[in-house]
């Protein structure tokens, strides 16, 4: 498995944009679909947003898309979630995972969160 560190969150304003970062090591990416859950107090883990290993498919959740995009650069090991029109409701932990090739016999990687809160 990788190890996943996310980073960039923090208060912001309800209708402003933050953008996160997820940088793994370990190895390298290239492999590796890659996406976002995010967990509000309360709530069960939910997904956002995920991208194939090549970065020619994405998904989004319905409550986010239009408002987030999810890309990749392998040459940094790294994933991004550009998060626009904030709303209070988008409150939470941000957590990046990475999902191996399913004929790799690894389990999903799991990066320890980031806090994203918005302010009305």
């Known amino acids: 498995q990788l190890q996943l560190v996310e980073s960039g969150g923090g208060l912001v304003q309800a209708g402003g944009s933050r953008r996160l970062s997820c940088v793994a090591s370990?190895?390298?990416?290239?492999?590796?679909?890659l996406g976002w859950f995010r967990q509000a107090p309360g709530k069960e883990r939910d997904f956002v947003a995920g991208?194939?290993?090549?970065?020619?498919?994405?998904d989004y959740a319905s409550s986010v898309k239009g408002r987030f995009t999810i890309s990749r650069d392998n040459a940094k090991n790294t994933v991004y979630l550009q998060m626009n029109s904030l709303s209070p409701e988008d409150t939470a932990v941000y957590y990046c995972?990475?999902?191996?090739?399913?004929?790799?016999?690894?389990?999903?990687?799991w990066g320890q969160g980031t806090q994203v809160t918005v302010s009305s």
């Open positions: 370990g190895h390298t990416i290239n492999n590796y679909a």
């Open positions: 991208i194939s290993w090549s970065g020619r498919s994405t």
């Open positions: 995972y990475a999902d191996p090739h399913p004929r790799a016999a690894a389990s999903r990687s």
